[in-house]
């Protein structure tokens, strides 16, 4: 969940009673309150409350918990005529329990805004709504009411952009003989995609409503899953159209010609070639002047460009959006490790047939225990029944792997190893807390996720890995790893040995370790000029809270995870490349990684493309260009065996024999395309 669409102030006017951490804080009650519940994956997570004096002002409380992180804000919002915001105020803590103190005001036509991330100030003319960094769900309900008091329900924006809303959907509800009406409104000039919420007919926020995170009035949490459904039907309603508009089939072969074919069998590159396609099948590759081209086939000139096998982000949590944010980035195929497994089904459903945009996906069963530190999965196990009966459900089901995450029990992994295996599938995941990773090694695992779980086995198995103390811990001590000591070696040795693969996911770290308030990573700033103004924003957030003594440990602790990833690499380990961020561009800067640690870039390439396709058992069809094999490529403009940084410049994509402009898919998201701006990545 992203912490970005919320925000806060102080409250000081009523009995606060957080649910999610039994604290109280007492104030004078107000009157008119109304409560929401906050859900993760269909559990209860925390809290929203909103105390309201008229139409002027709005004082919110808002808190979840996930798995150890998540923010505790209160806001004050005092209102205009227009009903615009002349004054936000917002303290508390965010999501990664850093300090929140924003600040807004607009008197007399000049506006002004400080946070930990920003300041500024600008004229004002026209009515326009601040949005703030760490707003709360209130926030986003109280831009709605501002852009339907507008006579053009348009507004502008602050510090930039524009928002438009308009009404969708009208609904009535009874949930235990109490009725209600609502009506479903989407804004955009937020993200990449229109923003919905529920409001009701007096403009009070009914809900926001997701498969995965959900604010709905508290006494309708019933609710949420037929809100989702509809919305859903609306999204993809709206990723159809754009299917029809962006998906070229092609009515006979494709023949690309001139290309530098990257022979991921052999990591080379191979000038001057042509690839024949026949619907979804490559059925030549060959030398310029040595493939017959049949009549009628369309040529695509790839002189001074390379030709890759589709790519392959092995660390993914699907959403709809992910779909044409892969494809735009040349990723035809993705491994999700984690979801709600009835949208996960439709999602592949439609992306398999081409309904929507999207890559293939393998899917991964999701196994927690349960606790207050659980993952958002309904499989919370504390059994070996309990684990072989989810095991047995996943396996059922299509899917290919297992995940196991922190707060499972040592003892069940190896009950999960057994019959995970027993059925076909590969296990893999967090190291459950307590437990170092050589253990799960030892009990059946055959992959680890993340690079700080590899840490973690150098480090006390006493410490708390349920909480972010698994972030915290690795980031202040891997800078003492010794790569060339015996106990390092004989792990990254032992790791070999037993063929076990590891998800290190450095683009996530990157961020956490090196984002600092008001600062981009090198990673998010490549990437930050074509994102929308408000997603750009998000990124000047930070990472963990740290001291400056304490952000220089974490960036050399970064850094030293760089390093371990190569050490892997060189000894044998095999790695894949996943994300566990934004999709897409978090793929590409993962590369950038792997190549900028010292892994050759040609092994950087082959890690994405044939690696990927062998470790998930598809090196049959996918993973190279070759005839016979599945018709997903990328065609690069430039050179990423020179430069990596050339991953992003992605000139045409292929999956599945079918055709997309990435320039085109990423113009539906309010992407600006990298041939757009200058100077190139």
């Known amino acids: 969940m992203s912490p970005s669409l919320f925000v806060a102030a102080p409250i000081g006017l009523f009995l606060v009673a957080s649910l999610t951490t039994g604290t109280q804080e007492m104030y004078p009650v107000v009157a008119d309150t109304v409560r929401y519940t906050v859900t993760l994956s269909g559990n209860h997570a925390g809290e929203q409350i909103v105390l309201r004096e008229g139409d002027s002002s709005r004082h919110v409380f808002f808190e979840f918990n996930d ?19 002349n004054r936000i ?10 300090k929140v103190d924003e600040r807004f005001t607009l008197t007399g036509g000049q506006a002004s805004w400080t946070s ?54 009208e609904r009535s509800l009874t949930v235990g003989g109490r009725a209600r009406s609502i009506r479903y409104y989407l804004i955009t000039g ?64 494709v023949a690309f010609t001139g290309v530098a074919l990257f022979d991921s069998d052999r990591g080379e590159l191979v000038e001057n070639t042509t690839v024949l396609i026949d619907g979804n099948r490559i059925v030549g590759v060959g030398p310029d002047n040595h493939v017959v081209i049949p009549p009628g086939t369309r040529r695509i000139d790839g002189r001074g460009k390379t030709l890759l096998p589709g790519l392959w982000d092995m660390h993914a949590h699907t959403s709809d959006v992910d779909g044409p944010l892969n494809i735009g980035a040349g990723i035809t195929s993705v491994r999700d490790l984690a979801n709600t497994p009835d949208d ?45 009966q989810w095991v047995d459900w996943y396996a059922d089901h299509g899917y290919e792997q297992i995940k196991l995450y922190s707060s499972l029990k040592p003892e069940l992994v190896s009950v999960a190893a057994q019959r995970a295996h027993a059925r ?68 990254i040795q032992f790791l070999a040995e037993r063929n076990i693969v590891v998800d290190p996911t450095l ?54 995870m760089l390093a371990l990833v190569k050490a892997m690499h060189d000894a044998g380990v095999q790695l894949v490349a996943g994300t566990d961020c934004m999709a897409g561009f978090c793929l590409q800067r993962e590369l950038e990684l792997y190549s900028e640690a010292g892994i050759p870039n040609a092994d950087v390439l082959r890690i994405a493309t044939i690696g990927a396709a062998t ?11 070759r005839p016979g094999k599945l018709a997903d490529l990328v065609l690069i403009d430039g050179d990423p065996l020179v430069d990596m940084r050339q991953i992003r410049r992605v000139s045409l994509v292929m999956k599945d024999g079918v055709l997309y402009d990435p320039s085109e898919v990423q113009r539906t998201l309010s992407i600006t395309p990298w041939q757009t701006l200058r100077p190139t990545p």
């Open 424 to 491: 076909g599938l590969r296990l893999s995941g967090h190291i459950p807390a307590h437990m170092r990773a050589r253990e799960a090694i030892l009990q059946g695992y055959d992959e680890i996720q993340h690079i700080n779980m590899v840490v973690l086995n150098f480090l006390s198995d006493t410490l708390d890995t349920r909480t972010p103390v698994r972030f915290a811990e690795p980031g202040k001590h891997a800078v003492d790893l010794d790569l060339t000591s015996d106990s390092v070696r004989s792990f």
């Open 67 to 85: 798995r150890g992180r998540g923010p505790r804000v209160e806001a004050q919002y005092v209102i205009g005529e227009a009903g615009v915001p």
């Open 615 to 625: 470790v998930t058992g598809r090196a049959d069809q996918l993973g190279s260009v």
């Open 116 to 169: 930990t991330a920003e300041e500024g100030n600008a004229v004002v003319s026209t009515p326009a709504v601040y949005l703030a960094l760490q707003s709360p769900p209130e926030g986003t309900a109280v831009l709605a009411r501002a852009l339907l008091k507008s006579p053009t329900h348009t507004l502008q924006l602050l510090p930039a952009g524009t928002a438009t809303i308009e009404s969708s959907v």
């Open 507 to 560: 683009a996530t770290f990157e961020g956490l370790f090196t984002a600092r308030p008001g600062k981009m990573t090198e990673g998010d700033a490549r990437m930050a000029s074509q994102l929308p103004s408000q997603l750009r924003r998000g990124l000047l957030g930070g990472g963990l809270p740290a001291d400056e003594e304490l952000s220089v440990q974490y960036r050399a602790s970064y850094l030293q």
């Open 190 to 253: 937020l993200g990449m995609t229109p923003t919905g919420l529920w409001l009701e007919p007096d403009g009070t926020l009914f809900a926001l409503a997701s498969g995965w995170t959900s604010v709905v009035r508290e006494g309708w949490e019933e609710t949420i899953p037929a809100l989702v459904a509809l919305q859903d039907s609306i999204d993809v309603a709206r990723d159809r159209d754009a299917a029809v508009q962006l998906a070229d089939h092609p009515e006979g072969p």
């Open 344 to 388: 996960l089904a439709e999602r592949q459903k439609r992306w398999d047939s081409g309904e929507t945009i999207g890559p293939r996906i393998v899917k991964a069963g999701f196994i927690d225990g349960p606790g207050p530190f659980a993952g958002p999965t309904q499989a919370l196990v504390t059994t070996p029944d309990e684990m072989r």
């Open 89 to 98: 105020a917002i303290t508390g803590i965010d999501y990664f329990k850093a």
